[in-house]
């Protein structure tokens, strides 16, 4: 298996652009998740999908972000009007419905807002 | 509402030394996974194990041993021998494990594990 992979590594912005990250979950997985890591904190859950439907949004997720993942397999995460309390990693993670709640994580994504 | 506490922020060692990392939880739920996660500088977190809370039994896998203890929520996690390659941040987390659950992690705030010569 190729791991989870994510796009762009990095991303610099400028506040009030719209940004969109990319998840790329190993194959065959039908769990994908989005968390949110900032300095010095563990990553916070943010959504949930289970092969295409989001089936879960935390109160993290504010009306600026968007998640969404056509046919079940790659994933889209969109960042509207970004504000600098954006910046921070964005990390994915895959895993397989009947197997013990596994998530494998990618590289992730930090976003700085300037 | 589910709750991971690592007490120790950050922790140094000199290699060889033996060290653990501190884990407790609360969950309601009477069906959950533990979890730990290294997360070296390049920032990837790297799964190290999952135990859910009807086996208690310890584990062992080379120089790393975990010790679940549900009497007192703590699922907690040594290093033995360390090695300069260890330093990270450990994580410890946890998930609802009923069905239909997303499973989602709950983390703590991390560990901070230095390892020097």
């Known amino acids: 298996d190729t791991g989870v992979s994510q796009d762009p590594r990095h991303k610099i912005t400028k506040r009030g652009q719209n940004v969109t990250f990319r998840c790329d979950p190993i194959?065959?997985?039908?769990?994908l998740y989005w968390y949110r890591q900032t300095l010095g904190q563990g990553p916070e859950f943010l959504t949930y999908f289970q092969n295409e439907a989001q089936l879960e949004k935390s109160r993290l997720l504010s009306d600026r972000f968007s998640a969404e993942r056509p046919k079940g397999s790659f994933s889209t995460l969109e960042i509207q009007r970004t504000e600098q309390g954006d910046s921070a990693m964005y990390l994915c993670?895959?895993?397989?419905?009947?197997?013990?709640?596994?998530?494998?994580f990618g590289p992730g994504t930090r976003l700085t807002v300037l | 509402a589910q709750k991971v506490t690592q007490a120790q922020t950050e922790i140094s060692v000199v290699e060889k030394e033996d060290v653990t990392l501190d884990c407790v939880y609360e969950?309601?739920?009477?069906?959950?996974?533990l979890f730990w996660y290294k997360q070296p500088p390049s920032g990837e977190l790297v799964f190290l194990i999952r135990r859910n809370s009807f086996d208690e039994q310890n584990e062992i896998s080379g120089r790393y041993s975990w010790n679940f203890q549900k009497s007192t929520s703590s699922f907690n996690f040594t290093i033995t021998a360390s090695q300069v390659v260890d330093s990270a941040v450990y994580f410890c987390a946890l998930s609802g494990g009923g069905a239909g659950t997303a499973s989602k992690l709950t983390f703590g705030t991390g560990t901070r594990l230095q390892v020097t010569l």
């Open positions: 194959s065959e997985h039908n769990r």
């Open positions: 993670a895959s895993g397989r419905l009947a197997v013990n709640n596994e998530q494998f």
């Open positions: 969950t309601r739920d009477t069906t959950y996974y």
